[in-house]
């Protein structure tokens, strides 16, 4: 299923405010789509990309699967977030990410 326009405006636009209220660290939060997927990556201080996670658009702008980036595979896992559930908020799959690769 195709991402919406409008959903990808939105994506983009709640996940640079969460970025700034709660990853400082990060500079940007870019995003690069495949459908059904959004991928996003981080830029950190000194301007490199971090592949965070991929996000699997199920419909909703408030629902969505996710996968965490494995650095050491090159590839996307399908994960649990710490609410305990395979799909959640875009903003829950940012803390989870962000968690794991910034140390907090």
């Known amino acids: 299923m195709p991402i ?3 959903t990808r405006h939105g994506l983009a636009r709640r996940l640079e405010q969460h970025r700034r209220q709660h ?3 990060l500079i ?3 995003l690069r789509y495949r459908t059904p997927f959004a991928y996003v990556n981080g830029i950190d201080a000194d301007g490199d990309p971090l592949p965070l996670c991929r996000l ?3 419909g909703s702008p408030n ?3 996710f996968a965490i980036y494995l650095a050491s595979r090159d590839s996307y896992e399908d994960s ?3 609410t305990g559930s395979f799909t959640g908020t875009p903003e829950d799959a940012l ?3 962000c968690g ?3 140390n907090h």
């Open 4 to 6: 919406p326009e409008t």
């Open 23 to 25: 990853w400082p660290n």
């Open 28 to 30: 940007e939060v870019t």
């Open 56 to 58: 699997r658009y199920l």
């Open 63 to 65: 629902e969505w699967g």
């Open 80 to 82: 649990i977030l710490p």
């Open 95 to 97: 803390d989870c990410a």
């Open 100 to 102: 794991l690769y910034l």
